[in-house]
Structure formats: structure tokens, C-alpha cells
């Protein structure tokens, strides 16, 4: 399987509050966010791993082109974007057919948790796997409804469900064209283009995890740290 990575944020609200290193390059328990995502799907076979980070931050270009040297699976694009929904258009150009997993560079969960989630969806006869969780601390979270058995019916920003999106997303070439629409109507952000599989009628189930997280505020370091600790 493929594995990508949305890194193309400016991380904002991280510098803003004093964290001095770019996003992908903060650490959580000693280790890089972009490295710990690496390193775990290499642990579950990566044929590829598809990187994309913006234009503005030489450590983090500098960094990646340090691991693409030490491991060629890894491809990187360089490029600001105006959404990850763009950046996944990006990626979208050099991955090729077949089944992929997506993740934001920042978000945090049990590896055991995913390992489980990378066997259920390469078994999974569906269009698409999101992985989500019941865990919500999220300034803006994205719910997920379904109905008994787990298939995804709707992405909602303001009717509480649940679940809420985890940022992680399994996927085939069977996005593309509706990624593709997506680009040409003009429409952004990565929520938009999960509704977009739902109205093309595509079949998405949900994977519940333990929990998830996202590292947005420099608290959220801590609170990363204190949940892989107890795994």
C-alpha cells in the first residue's frame, strides 16, 4: 500500500504561541511528527511515501530531502497550497493507481490502533475507509454520520454525531475523479471533498479508533505526549 502525507500547512497558530520548529518537525516524545508517521508506514510495508510540504520552510524541505536520500520510497513535493485539499490534488498527480492511505502531518494516535485500521482497509472491498474517533478536541470538528453498520452518510460541520473525522484517509484511484471535480468547480478544503464522495456515491465506511488527535495549539504537544503514554 501507499502512504501520503498532507505537510503543506503554514502551522500558524503553533508559531504564534512560541513553538519556534514548523509543524511537521515537532516533536512528540523525541520524535518529528513527519519522522514518527514514517517511520510507522514503514513498519506496515510502504511501497511509497508521498510527501507534500509548502515553499516557505527550508528546515522542513531540508529535512525531507535528508530522508529521501536514506530511503527512496519517499517523494516530495514542494509547493504551497491554499487548502489540503489542493495538496491531496498535488499528490493525486504522482501516485498512481491503487489503494493509499492519507494523513495530516499532525495527527496523533495509537500504533497498534493503525496498524488494525491499514489491514482492515486493504481487505476492504469499499471505496474508501476514514478513520474516526469519538475523542473530540477540536475547535472545528468534522462529524461523521452513518448508519448501523458503519457507512459513512454525511460529513457535517454543526449537527453533533458520534464520530468526528481522525485526518487519516484510505482511499483508491476511485477519488480521482472526484478530487478532480472538486478542483475545477473551485471548491477547497479537504472536508468539502469528503462530502463530494458522498454525493458521487461512493461507498465509505468508518473505522473507529481508540482515539485521535491533532497537534493545532502547543498544548496539544503535551496532551500527545501524555496519550502515547499510556499506550
Known amino acids: 500500500m501507499k502512504f501520503a502525507i498532507l505537510a ?10 512560541g513553538v519556534e520548529l514548523p509543524k511537521p518537525l515537532v516533536k512528540i516524545q523525541g520524535e518529528a511528527m513527519i519522522d514518527r508517521l514514517i ?24 529535512h525531507l530531502r535528508e530522508l529521501q536520500e536514506a530511503d527512496p520510497k519517499i ?34 494516535f495509537r500504533e497498534d490502533d493503525f496498524r488494525q485500521y491499514i489491514a482492515a482497509w486493504a481487505a476492504s472491498t469499499d471505496d474508501g475507509m476514514m478513520a474516526v474517533t469519538d475523542y473530540i478536541d477540536d475547535e472545528k470538528p468534522l462529524y461523521i454520520a452513518t448508519d448501523p453498520d458503519l457507512r459513512i452518510t454525511a460529513f457535517l460541520d454543526s449537527e ?9 484517509y484510505g482511499l483508491d484511484e476511485r477519488s480521482f475523479p472526484v478530487i478532480d471535480k472538486c478542483i475545477s468547480e473551485g471548491q477547497s478544503r479537504m472536508r468539502n471533498f469528503q462530502r463530494q464522495l458522498v454525493k458521487d456515491g461512493l461507498r465509505l465506511k468508518a473505522y473507529p479508533f481508540s482515539k485521535i488527535l491533532d497537534v493545532d495549539h502547543a498544548s496539544d504537544i503535551k496532551k500527545a505526549e501524555a496519550f502515547l503514554a499510556t499506550t
Open 8 to 17: 503543506a500547512g503554514e502551522g500558524s497558530r503553533l508559531a504564534q504561541e
Open 39 to 62: 517511520r510507522i508506514f514503514n513498519d506496515c510495508g510502504a511501497e511509497g511515501i508521498y510527501i507534500i510540504t509548502n515553499n516557505l520552510t527550508p528546515l522542513t524541505q531540508n
Open 75 to 108: 517523494h516530495i513535493i514542494i509547493k504551497t497550497t491554499p487548502s489540503s485539499m489542493h495538496s491531496f490534488y498535488e499528490l493525486r498527480q504522482i501516485m498512481g493507481d491503487g489503494k493509499f492511505c492519507l494523513t495530516t502531518v499532525d495527527t496523533i
Open 160 to 168: 453533533p454525531q458520534p464520530y468526528i473525522s481522525g485526518g487519516i
